[in-house]
T-cell receptor
Framework: AQTVTQSQPEMSVQEAETVTLSCTYDTSESDYYLFWYKQPPSRQMILVIRQEAYKQQNATENRFSVNFQKAAKSFSLKISDSQLGDAAMYFCAYRRRVEYGNKLVFGAGTILRVKS | GAVVSQHPSRVICKSGTSVKIECRSLDFQATTMFWYRQFPKQSLMLMATSNEGSKATYEQGVEKDKFLINHASLTLSTLTVTSAHPEDSSFYIC????????????FGSGTQLSVL
């Protein structure tokens, strides 16, 4: 079974600074997706960024970028120029690519606090 | 982006009663919907996968007679918590996959269930 591990229960960052959230996963599959989701106090799940495992290039979305190390099964999220609105719980997630209807497996989450 | 409407957002009920939660895809068809449960400051735990027109697939440890799932149309799935007890109090979230896509997945805004 696939597992996703987020080893940082909480992280803090100063506004305008950069922070990196860690994620490792375990799978025997070669074709899959990895995601970072943000859950603010409203509790609405928001997709931050997505990475396809077959792509070597790291995904980037504005201030958010990932460091995808497939051999090491590591998928960290870097948030640059942190803003107060980035404060939320962040979940790393994994999903197999090869069949429809396959489920997301979530990590335990990391609470990110942004200090002004 | 696509919208998934989840209703109600909050419900309080007495122990022993049943509660129905609706999940609707407003502007797309969803062959598959997922139901998650989330305790405070914890991760999302998948309860079941529902496919339109067929029986839901429940995760290990989830009582199918307790959590009834119906996915009668391509835009609506319902979760009924039967004979609710205080330990069923939790945040329930649905997500819907766009039919024909293995990539596009959208979340509802969640339902906070409190059982007195």
């Amino acid at each position: 079974a696939q597992t996703v591990t987020q080893s940082q229960p909480e992280m803090s960052v100063q506004e305008a600074e950069t922070v990196t959230l860690s994620c490792t996963y375990d799978t025997s599959e070669s074709d899959y997706y990895l995601f970072w989701y943000k859950q603010p106090p409203s509790r609405q799940m928001i997709l931050v960024i997505r990475q396809e495992a077959y792509k070597q290039q790291n995904a980037t979305e504005n201030r958010f970028s990932v460091n995808f190390q497939k051999a090491a099964k590591s998928f960290s999220l870097k948030i640059s120029d942190s803003q107060l609105g980035d404060a939320a719980m962040y979940f790393c997630a994994y999903r197999r690519r090869v069949e429809y209807g396959n489920k997301l497996v979530f990590g335990a989450g990391t609470i990110l606090r942004v200090k002004s | 982006g696509a919208v998934v409407s989840q209703h109600p957002s909050r419900v309080i009920c007495k122990s022993g009663t049943s509660v129905k939660i609706e999940c609707r895809s407003l502007d797309f068809q969803a062959t598959t919907m997922f139901w998650y449960r989330q305790f405070p400051k914890q991760s999302l735990m998948l309860m079941a996968t529902s496919n339109e027109g067929s029986k839901a697939t429940y995760e290990q440890g989830v009582e199918k007679d307790k959590f009834l799932i119906n996915h009668a149309s391509l835009t609506l799935s319902t979760l009924t918590v039967t004979s609710a007890h205080p330990e069923d109090s939790s945040f329930y979230i649905c997500s819907a996959r766009v039919s024909g896509s293995n990539e596009k997945l959208f979340f509802g805004s969640g339902t906070q269930l409190s059982v007195l």
